[in-house]
């Protein structure tokens, strides 16, 4: 399971949301291609059809962030982008989990360091 996730919440034009999770879909095919990356999901809400939900994990924090950085990431992300009224973006570092009756919780005051460990 990887500690490090990156999440988007999104809203396309009204119209437009063929075109947004088939231009998602080639960025995160692309995306899955970086060190580091896991799967990577996109989601629609249920309740609110217009909100979609993307996650991704990662092995570590310096490996999003070099994605982040990678020289086609602005192009690549501008070709989603076009078909969205509002993107926002997370970098989430797993705190607690709870599988089979027992519940982990992690350092939860500590700090993320570049590297997406504790500190």
Do not use: C
């Not at 970086?34 to 939900?53: H, K, N, Q, V, Y």
């Not at 990431?73 to 705190?95: C, D, G, N, T, Y």
């Amino acid at each position: 399971m990887s500690d490090i996730y990156t999440t988007g919440t999104w809203t396309p034009y009204p119209d437009k949301e063929e075109e947004f999770v088939r231009a998602w879909a080639q960025f995160a095919t692309w995306a899955s291609t970086m060190p580091g990356a896991g799967l990577l999901s996109l989601t629609r809400d249920i309740r609110d059809t217009e909100r979609f939900i993307s996650f991704g994990g990662w092995d570590r924090l310096d490996q999003v962030r070099h994605w982040k950085t990678a020289p086609e990431f602005r192009e690549r992300m501008a070709q989603v982008l076009q078909h969205v009224a509002e993107f926002q973006p997370s970098e989430l570092k797993v705190i607690a989990t709870a599988d089979a009756g027992a519940a982990k919780i992690e350092q939860f005051n500590s700090a993320v360091t570049a590297h997406g460990s504790a500190t």
